[in-house]
Each structure stands twice: as C-alpha cells, then as structure tokens.
C-alpha cells in the first residue's frame, strides 16, 4: 500500500511539472506576409487562408491567448496598427511597393519585412511573444528567422505545398519555382510543430518533404456556425438575390484562376445542355470571385469561355461578396461546384454544407474530408466535364436530392466549429513550447 501511495506521490508531483512545463502561450506572433486577414476573401490572393486566420485567431483571442498578426501594407494610408477584435492586433509592416506586388515578387521583400517584424518586437521586453505561428511558405521564412531571434517555438501550417500543386497541375497553370520548394524543405526542418488540415496532408508533408512524423498535428479548420447556416431556406435566399425559384443552380465560389477549375463547371454545363436542351430555361450558373495567381494572365477568359461553349445566357458573373452574402449564395444555390486540381482543405465545401447545400467536388486533397460521399454531395474522380454533368442531370431531375443531401450537410458541417479548431491548436502550441524547452535545456546540457 505504502508503496502504491509512494507511486501515487511521485505520479501526481510529475502531473503537477508536467502542467508547468505545458502552459498555454499568452501572446503569439502570427505570420501572414502576402494576403491581409483585413482583405476581402476572393479577391487577388485573398481566400479560405484569410478567413482560417481571422476566425483562428479570434478563437484563441477568446481563450486568453492574445495574437498580434503581422502582414505586409498594400496601401500608404494604412494606419501601422488595427485592432481587428479584442485581443487581436493586426500590425502592418511596409515592404516593397504598396500596389502592384504580385505574389511571385514577395520573395525578394522577406528581408524587409523580416526588419519590420524585428522592429515592432525591438520595442518590447524581452519573452513579450512567446511563439511565432507562421501561414504559408512565405510567412515560414520570416517565422524561422524571427523564431530563432527572439528564443521561442515556430509553427507553421503550409496551407498549400508547392510539391503537391506541381503534381497535380491544371492545363494552363505555371509550375511552382524551386526556390519555394527549397524554402518550404526548410522551413519543414527548422519548424518546431507542422499543423496540417488533414490527415492526407500531414502523409504528404512526411512523405514529399521528410518531415519527423511526431511534429506533424492535424487541426481540421473550423466554419463560422453562426454566419453559415440554413437559415430562412433555400426560397428566401433565391428571393434575397432575384434568382429564380425553380432553377437549378450549380454555383462557383472562388479565386477565378485553373487551379480552382472554374472551367469544368461551364464544360459540365455545356455538355448537361446538349442532352438536355429543356433545362436552359430552368438553370442558372452563377461564378462569384475575381480572377487570381495564374487567372490574372487572361481575366476574361472564363467569359469567353461561356460565350465559346454556347452558355453564356445562362452563367452569370458575380465580383466578390462579403461573408454575409457569400451565405446567401449558398443557401440559394441547389450545389456549390468545386471540381479543383489540388486543395489542401477546401474551407469553402464546409461553409456552403453548413449553410444547407450539399456539394459536388473533385475527389482532391482535403475535400474527401470535407465532404461525404453520396451523403453531403458527391466526390468525382478527375476532372473530366461529362462526370460533373451527370451529377448535375440527378439534381436537375430530382430536386428532393438538394434537400436532403441539404440537411445532411448542415448536420455534418456541425462538428468543424472553430472554437474545437482553436483549442486544438492551443493545444499544438503547449507541445511546440513544451517541445522547444526541451531543445534548448538538451543544447546547454
């Protein structure tokens, strides 16, 4: 007995230095260079990354660990710094010119940025973050830098990998540079803990860039429950918008460029039209976005493309829309369409199941997470026009199929809160902190 208490003792006296050594970070310095969590999502490089660390930081704000996000100014009149919500504090560091940077020049403005970051740490005491979380490669390169400087843990989520994109690109698409495949290889090495959408991308980083299986985390990213969801319905929403009621609407929300594949839907439409010529009148395909990366080359392209096929009657093209409305497009829509060539999570596909609509997407990257098959929507192998047509011909010929895949979507949606993804990732950086004491105590031993 004396002993199993002694036992006992020793257990609860490690628990409680266990528990020391596995405190939460209070300020973490989050990382995103080459797109502002102040821009509109779905414009220029804007998308599911901005909203990931908007939400993401919120929710950690929300759980007592407060985030300063530095991002590279893209206008003078930007004040230095903006408090996006209480606890969090956007900084906006100058490097290079303010317009007209593309993402592919960023590069060559990590060093400045890197002093900027160096700067605003500068007129602080020392230990003032105590962990660097880095978004994209770009963000990587200043977060290892700055990691290394100010003694604390870095972690880094990829988003997307340039090894992956090459292997999957679209027709028209422009291979990723080596440089960033030497940085991201990096990066990887000099990471204290990598966090990964899914399951699939925490393979693809151990089996594409060597890294140690034990600093791979996988955090699903989270949905805004409250901004999506089925609100007032389908009619209400199609109402909202001047849509008609009894189309059927396959709908595009994205970044306008071949990665996303926009193109496909339009093919799949041409084709659905051709077997079916009594659908023009009841189908409306609306594309809401602007055109990015590789799509800026030729930013008319999909309208020609519509007039090319013989649909444009039918398609409409939307710019852009804020959150709210971005809502609404889903709700009103019978399928969101989402046949991309590589997506690490495919933020978008949770978003429009929580707002009720089920989803046809390429069975890609993150998206066989994200979505169900045959359940919340259907996966298509590939990216051939004539397999999404055939899913579009179901809908169109069964409208209970929107309902109820609708139902089954916002229920499944249910389980990707942010608030789990936050405390998922708090507990990502007690491990990095926990991870790096150790680094340093076994260097100095």
């Known amino acids: 007995m004396s002993q199993y208490v002694s036992r006992l003792g020793r257990r609860s006296t490690a628990a409680s230095s266990r528990l020391r050594l596995h405190r939460r970070p209070r300020r973490v310095a989050m990382l995103s260079v080459h797109t502002s969590p102040l821009h509109q999502p779905g414009t220029g490089d804007a998308g599911g990354m901005n909203v990931y660390i908007v939400e993401l930081a919120q929710r950690l704000a929300a759980i007592n660990i407060e985030v300063e996000i530095f991002t590279r100014a893209t206008t003078g009149t930007l004040p230095p710094k903006v408090e996006l919500a209480p606890g969090v504090l956007v900084r906006h560091i100058d490097a290079g010119p303010y317009e007209g ?114 600093k791979v ?76 990366g590789s799509g800026l080359a030729k930013p008319e392209g999909l309208q020609k493309l519509a007039a090319r096929l013989g649909i444009a009657d039918v398609v409409c093209f939307r710019p852009p829309v804020g959150q709210e409305q971005l809502a609404d497009w889903f709700r009103a829509a019978s399928v969101l369409v989402m046949p991309s060539y590589s997506e690490s999570f495919g933020l978008v596909a949770i978003e429009a199941q929580a707002s009720g609509t089920p989803v046809l997407a390429a069975a890609v990257g993150g998206l066989p997470v994200a979505v169900r098959h045959k359940e919340t929507g259907f996966l298509v192998p590939g ?63």
């Open 101 to 214: 940077l593309a993402k592919e020049d960023l590069p060559a403005q990590l060093c400045a940025f890197t002093h900027g970051a160096m700067q605003a740490w500068a007129g602080h005491r020392p230990g003032y973050y105590d962990l660097v979380h880095s978004h994209y490669w770009l963000s990587g390169h200043v977060g290892w830098l700055a990691a290394e400087r100010w003694g604390t843990p870095l972690v880094h989520a990829m988003h997307t990998m340039a090894k992956v994109k090459n292997a999957a690109l679209a027709e028209d698409d422009t291979p990723e540079p080596a440089a960033r495949v030497i940085g991201e290889t990096q990066i990887v090495r000099a990471a204290d803990r990598l966090i990964a959408n899914t399951a699939e991308e925490a393979d693809e980083l151990v089996r594409h860039y060597e890294a140690e299986q034990s």
């Open 217 to 292: 985390a996988v955090v699903h990213p989270g949905v805004n429950l409250d901004r999506f969801r089925p609100a007032d319905g389908r009619a209400a929403a199609r109402a909202r918008l001047g849509l008609p009621q009894d189309a059927l609407i396959p709908l595009f929300a994205g970044r306008i460029q071949p990665l996303k594949a926009p193109d496909v839907l339009l093919r799949a439409v041409a084709v659905l039209l051709e077997e079916r010529p009594d659908l023009r009148s009841h189908i409306v395909v609306p594309v809401v976005g602007g055109p990015s």
């Open 383 to 445: 990216h051939d026009p004539v397999d999404y047509a055939r899913v579009l011909r179901d809908f169109a010929d069964n409208r209970a199929l929107a309902e109820r895949m609708g139902a089954a979507a916002a229920w499944h949606a249910k389980s990707f809160g942010w608030d789990t993804a936050a405390a998922a990732t708090a507990d990502v950086y007690m491990a990095a902190m926990h991870e790096h004491r150790r680094h340093v105590r076994s260097h100095h031993g």
